[in-house]
């Protein structure tokens, strides 16, 4: 009896492992996901995001940026807060519902000026994300709700977009 409480035991702890460390990697790919939407913003490269996105959900982006580009406009922008609910996980796929607190701006690239003055927002999502190989892959993306803040004293994001040097990527060695 007492050995069969040990493999219990041992096997609620493997299995508990595996999924802190999987917990780990999921809220890592949504914080590189949210991001990265900063930085594609602010490049217009929309391919920065392909590899952590099944293809529908790039599509959908890639025309959400273009639409900014083709009309002369960058989002500039900053997460101030971003939290996340307990993951639910179902065979290959996970899925997690966020918290997100953002300030941002669209700023007319011609003027250089704002075409949309900062606000604050808070936007409820959630995501579900598949396994792929050693990474999770986000494959749908659902805005559940959101609250707009107007705030004279909001930190403003700046206008001016900044050239940035290309960063060493340091996921490779995990």
Not at 46 to 55: C, I, N, P, R
């Amino acid at each position: 009896m007492k050995n069969y409480f040990l493999t219990i035991v041992v096997t609620l702890f493997c299995v508990t492992s595996i999924y802190a460390n999987q917990d780990k990697y999921i809220k890592d790919a949504l914080l590189k996901y949210n991001y990265g939407i900063i930085k594609m913003a602010k490049s217009g490269n929309t391919h920065l995001l392909k590899d952590m996105l099944s293809y529908k959900v790039h599509e959908k982006l890639m025309v959400w940026a273009d639409s900014w580009k083709f009309s002369n406009l960058a989002m500039v922008a900053k997460i101030n807060d971003l939290r996340f609910s307990p993951i639910v996980y179902n065979e290959n796929n996970a899925t997690i519902n966020t918290m997100e607190n953002w300030t941002y701006a669209y700023a007319d690239l011609v003027k250089k000026d704002y075409a949309l003055k900062p606000i604050n927002i808070f936007y409820k999502m959630n995501y579900t994300l598949q396994k792929d190989g050693d990474k999770w892959k986000i494959i749908a993306i659902k805005h559940l709700e959101e609250e707009v803040f107007m705030d004279e004293n909001i930190k403003k994001p700046s206008v001016e977009l900044k050239k940035e040097k290309p960063k060493e990527d340091t996921t490779a060695t995990r």
